[in-house]
């Protein structure tokens, strides 16, 4: 069976479609454009994206898709776990998975009189007196991630200002917060950045745009076709880093 049309939005030439596979239906929006060719993408965030060129008809289009189904499910599935993990409540204990720049971290928790936290390959190693004691390995992990997020956050930020020199932008005050709506924030007349704490879990290259995102602000306060041209010209691949970040909830 072909797409059921959900909703259209003529102003974008969008389609909200729906495709019935082997394994699960699979909804996915049409975006009419003029390309030669399908494409399609799926984002972290669950979105299946699918460009076709208006002479296309929207029943090819639903081919097309199911012929992927096995891809699309596959990617759907890997994000889902991705949020999953990332989003669970922490209990401390030895396996759990702990994100930490786009890696995942397998945690191990070690009886220590020398309380801290060592990372070494794919594994965070938890040193407590007493590995019991909830609270206390809430703390010292949060101890080190708050140091590694001002040690990677402001290293990323003395690599992007370079940039941003020749517009005469001045180095900002660097804030670091948890914030629940946004990845980060500029105030050009304060000359503040404010860095979503919780961008530790993503991958460097995602936390790279965020900081260049910031500081264009400073040349154009706004996400104006001049701030976006911008951006696009000292990091061609923003699109793709911005998508990395979906994945983190």
Known sequence: MFGEKLKSNMRHKEEQRIVKGNERNLQYTLIRKSVKNLNMRVKPEGVILVSANPLVSAKYVDRFVLSHENTIIKALDKYEKMKQNISKPLKYESGEKIYYLGEALHLLLETSKIEGVDKFGSFLNLRVKDTTDFSKKERVLKKWFSKMQREVFFQICDEIYPLFQPYGVKYPLV??????????????????????????????????????????????????????????????????????LNSIV
Request: aromatic content about 10%; charged content about 25%; proline content about 6%.
């Open 175 to 244: 804030k670091i917060r948890a914030m629940k709506s946004r990845w980060g924030s500029c105030q050009p007349s304060k000359g503040i950045i404010t860095l979503n704490a919780k961008m530790i879990a993503a991958p460097r290259e995602a936390i790279e745009y965020v900081v260049l995102h910031e500081f264009a602000h400073f040349i154009h306060p706004n996400h104006s076709k001049d701030f976006y041209a911008l951006v696009e010209s000292m990091m061609p691949d923003w699109k793709q880093r911005r998508e990395m």
